[in-house]
């Protein structure tokens, strides 16, 4: 009796050791948005994860935010292994996965249950620009020189419509989808792209009018090639089993789901091609 009872004792002291050994994953991200703002949306599906994975684990976990604030230095922290896992835009993944290509995709975002969201051409709401053909002479507004919906996925569309950058009076980019759309609607330019969530703002979507839209794959979230692979599965599935869907409110998602490299081959292509919107022969 007294052995069993030791024997009980043991197992009950092994587990409590094991979960309260600490295991710190490594979350990085980055945008152009201030590090409070991105804490505010991402905090509550980072801590929905975190107690998923204490709980499939058995280890308290921490999930550590590493902010970047470049495009850039996003994606050489993933090529480089100095994250765990990272989300990253289609084109930063496919740049990081070119760095790398040992890095590798855990799910990807879903919006209304979809792997894709569209980027929108608009104009204002008053001018007599109907079609993408009507844009040829006029001037045209970018988001940010690293997007995948703001610049690299509509120069691709734009191209595929026979329009490209001499076609335009004059372009220039944003630093962020809203400030294209508060310059189309502005006047200050005659059209511009951006991902179609900015007109939720009933104000900007009143005095815009969408001429094109184009779909765009969604953000992966990507583990590095360091991230041991029962880890990267457990990860996946508490990912994928997330039931609240009020921790996606900030980001306008609704879940994740299964994805592979293959899933982000036209944006591939729209990198790749890109120098041919630029191309006058």
């Known amino acids: 009796m007294f052995k069993r009872l030791l024997f009980f004792l043991s197992l009950s002291l092994t587990s409590l050791v094991s979960y309260a050994e600490n295991l710190t994953v490594t979350f990085g991200i980055y ?34 935010m590493i902010f970047y604030n470049r495009y850039e230095d996003g994606i050489n922290a993933v090529a480089r292994g100095e994250v765990d896992i990272a989300r990253l835009g289609a084109v930063s993944y496919v740049l990081a996965k070119k760095q790398n290509p040992g890095i590798s995709i855990i799910a990807t975002e879903t919006f209304h249950n979809k792997k894709t969201f569209n980027g929108v051409i608009c104009v204002n709401s008053k001018s007599t620009i109907n079609s ?11 988001a940010n020189q690293r997007s995948t919906s703001g610049r690299y996925m509509s120069q691709q569309f734009l191209y595929e419509n026979n329009i490209i950058a001499s076609s335009f009076s004059k372009y220039g980019y944003f630093l962020k989808h809203g400030e294209v759309a508060m310059a189309v609607a502005q006047g200050r330019y005659d059209a511009g792209v ?21 779909p765009v794959v ?26 609240d869907k009020s921790v996606f409110k900030g980001l306008e998602r609704d879940g994740f789901a299964l994805s592979d490299n293959f899933e982000y081959d036209k944006v591939r292509l729209a990198v790749e091609n890109n120098h041919l919107f630029f191309n006058d022969n």
Request: proline share 3%; aromatic share 6%; net charge positive.
């Open 132 to 142: 993408l053909k009507d844009l040829k002479g006029k001037s045209f507004a970018f």
């Open 218 to 243: 969604t953000h992966p979230w990507v583990a590095s090639e360091n991230l041991p692979g029962d880890l990267k599965v457990t990860i996946q599935q508490s990912l994928l089993n997330l039931e």
């Open 31 to 64: 945008g152009s948005d201030r590090l409070s703002e991105i804490e505010r949306k991402f905090h509550p599906l980072l801590k929905s994860l975190e107690d998923s994975l204490t709980k499939s684990t058995n280890k308290s976990v921490e999930i550590k």
């Open 194 to 214: 951006f991902k179609d969530e900015i007109l939720k703002n009933k104000i900007i979507s009143k005095v815009l009018r969408v001429i094109a839209t184009f």
